[in-house]
């Protein structure tokens, strides 16, 4: 039977982004996958990571700049990317800020995203 999740769970981090999660260990308990709506403010960057998990991150509003090995790649309104287990990324915005979409698999978790210290 389809499941309605009326109102997400919303997850703390520093920074300034709010995430909003509809499917996952917190909203739902899934360990398969995770759907997380994000909104990050202008200039917000976290450190890089090199995580267990796939992720397709779907572009709404503004703009998320993805660093990683082979250079940055600017994913705007509209467009998505999709980063693999194991690769090293790094997640910014644009000086709009960013309203997007994360879908993990399997789902995000603290001890799985393996994020580098900020020095």
């Not at 995430?19 to 960057?45: F, L, N, Q």
């Not at 976290?46 to 397709?56: G, H, I, L, T």
Request: hydrophobic share 35%; with cysteine; proline share 8%.
């Amino acid at each position: 039977m389809p499941e309605l999740n009326d109102t997400p769970s919303i997850i703390d981090v520093p920074g300034g982004k709010v995430i909003a999660e509809h499917v996952g260990r917190v909203a739902t308990g899934s360990e398969a996958m995770s759907v997380a709506h994000m909104k990050a403010p202008a200039d917000w960057s976290e450190p890089a990571q090199r995580p267990d998990f796939d992720e397709v991150t779907v572009v709404v509003a503004g703009t998320v700049l993805v660093e990683h090995d082979g250079g940055t790649t600017t994913v705007g309104a509209g467009q998505s990317i999709v980063t693999r287990a194991g690769e090293r990324v790094r997640y910014s915005t644009g000086p709009e800020g960013a309203e997007y979409v994360a879908i993990c698999t399997p789902a995000f978790a603290p001890d799985t995203v393996h994020r580098e210290d900020e020095g």
